[in-house]
């Protein structure tokens, strides 16, 4: 299956802004996360298809999957 | 000292009615670092009546790169009262209490007896998450914001929403203890908050309710996510 992925701020640091990525079926967000060399603890938001989920929702042919880094700077 | 025409380039933005609004409304900004100066100085400015400034910091050299209240003449004084004599020169009409303490939940009912609306400009995404508990426990709307290299996040909770928990809940520290915060990140962030703040003194609908705006200033995108309640 398809799927695409985005990264915001410093996720895109040496990867990418958006790409579709082919993924074997039952695919989680976990091994998305494990593709992109992300640890699930440097992950603080992760939106599948605008809503809001875990490291372990199974994902979808034709999801789009937006990965967030915690900003936390005042 | 009321001056004459202070508030005349506020006009039309906002009408005679919200400014009276502003100058009876009582504004917590809880740390007075990089988007708490700003945010403070904004208010001031703007015409909010009282500000009630909460940091358990003193300036030191390294707040000068983005900190508006910090100079190279009052480092080491508490960024509380450095803010205070800051804002006493840019708009006296303002009273401005000064609290040198960090903010924890159990003096949250005290440090906003008398607030109206409560802005959070921590560094801390625990005590984010704990500062959000506070005001949904005291019905005050809380605006958010956060920074981190040439990045930002902000956002508006109202009572019941759980905006903050959702993209604070994990994790201790942010990106920005290596990717530092530059003076242009604070600067934007702090307005945007402000914007926001605003409205909601003078009775609007602030935009980004159960949402937030994702600032990207390396690309200069604003692309702006929703929080579902699920």
């Not at chain 2, 300036?59 to 509380?80: C, D, F, H, P, Y």
């Not at chain 2, 009262?81 to 040198?100: F, G, H, M, T, Y």
């Not at chain 2, 993209?167 to 520290?173: A, I, K, S, W, Y």
Request: glycine share 8%.
């Amino acid at each position: 299956m398809r799927v695409t992925v985005k990264l915001f701020a410093t996720f895109r640091d040496g990867r990418f802004k958006v790409e579709e990525k082919n993924l074997s079926e039952d695919s989680q967000v976990l091994d998305v996360l494990q593709l992109l060399n992300i640890l699930p603890e440097e992950v603080a938001i992760c939106l599948v298809n605008g809503r809001d989920v875990k490291e372990q929702h199974v994902l979808n042919d034709g999801d789009t999957i937006a990965l967030f880094p915690p900003v936390g700077g005042g | 000292m009321t001056i004459e025409g202070r508030y005349l380039r506020n006009k039309k933005t906002l009408t005679d009615e919200d400014q009276q609004k502003l100058a009876k409304s009582c504004v917590a900004i809880v740390g007075c670092g990089g988007l708490g100066g700003y945010i403070a100085e904004e208010l001031a400015r703007i015409g909010v009546g009282r500000l009630v400034l909460i940091d358990g910091d003193r300036l030191e050299v390294s707040n000068l790169n983005r900190q508006i209240m910090a100079t190279e003449l009052n480092i080491g004084q508490w960024k509380v009262e450095a803010a205070r004599d800051r804002l006493r020169s840019v708009n006296s009409e303002v009273k401005v209490e000064s609290i040198k303490e960090w903010f924890k939940e159990e003096k949250g009912p005290e440090m906003f007896r008398e607030v109206d609306l409560v802005f959070d400009a921590l560094d801390s995404p625990a005590t984010r998450v704990e500062l959000e508990r506070v005001c949904h426990r005291l019905k005050l709307p809380l605006v958010f914001a956060s920074i981190a290299g040439w990045f930002g996040q902000i956002g508006v909770s109202l009572p019941g929403d759980f905006s903050v928990l959702r993209l604070f809940g994990h994790g201790e520290r942010g990106v920005e203890s290596t990717w530092g915060n530059p003076a242009f990140t604070p600067a934007v962030l702090a307005s945007l908050s402000v914007a926001e703040g605003v409205k909601l003194l003078a009775g609007r609908m602030p935009a980004l309710r159960r949402a937030w705006l994702q600032v990207d200033l390396l690309t200069m995108e604003f692309e702006r996510f929703e929080i579902n309640n699920t």
